[in-house]
T-cell receptor, first 109, second 116 residues
């Protein structure tokens, strides 16, 4: 079967750095997405990786290793507003989006 | 208004009720989606519409009935639901339903449904 694994919950301190991992086992690969979802709000697009390597967007970076079936989302200089759930999703060989259950990130002062 | 708007935001219904969820997008997108989000579970794709035509139906029970009268509006009609249908129902849109490339989804804030 197809599977996306990410930690259920993580805690980090304001101003610090946190890395949220996502591992996947899918039938084929056509890109990996990260979305952010604040409680009671819509998921919003953060990043898309289809080639190996690191994509940087301000305080957020996303890394992909296709050979390892692995991605991470790196958040730097954490702010209280970064408290949210982070959803990892992979497009398989049929271009179906396979979603992880999300990682709830709690930021403490 | 901009983006994707869903109404109502919260809905409580009995198992014998009939209700509808509404979704409206002001982005000029051609594809619209219904997802079910349950606590600590992955998003479940329910239906996909492209240019008002249903292109995907993921084995969803018939008590859920979608309707897409035009490319800006999407409805989910609910009838004789079960308590296990209680969840957050998310609507999303994208430029088109093509599966290639990034094809980023823009989500609404969801309708929180509770079935008693």
């Amino acid at each position: 079967g197809q599977n996306i694994d990410q930690p259920t919950e993580m805690t980090a301190t304001e101003g610090a750095i946190v890395q949220i991992n996502c591992t996947y086992q899918t039938s084929g690969f056509n890109g990996l997405f990260w979305y952010q979802q604040h409680a009671g709000e819509a998921p919003t697009f953060l990043s898309y990786n289809v080639l190996d390597g690191l994509e940087e967007k301000g305080r957020f970076s996303s890394f992909l290793s296709r050979s390892k079936g692995y991605s991470y989302l790196l958040l730097k200089e954490l702010q209280m507003k970064d408290s949210a759930s982070y959803l990892c999703a992979v497009k398989d060989s049929n271009y179906q989006l396979i979603w992880g259950a999300g990682t709830k990130l709690i930021i403490k002062p | 208004e901009t983006g994707v708007t869903q109404t109502p935001r919260h809905l409580v219904m009995g198992m014998t009720n009939k209700k509808s969820l509404k979704c409206e997008q002001h982005l000029g997108h051609n594809a619209m989606y219904w997802y079910k989000q349950s606590a600590k579970k992955p998003l479940e794709l329910m239906f996909v519409y492209s240019l008002e035509e249903r292109v995907e139906n993921n084995s969803v029970p018939s008590r859920f009935s979608p309707e897409c009268p035009n490319s800006s509006h999407l409805f989910l009609h609910l009838h004789t639901l079960q308590p296990e249908d209680s969840a957050l129902y998310l609507c999303a849109s994208s430029e088109d339903s093509s599966r290639s490339g990034a094809n980023v989804l823009t989500f609404g804030a969801g309708s929180r449904l509770t079935v008693l």
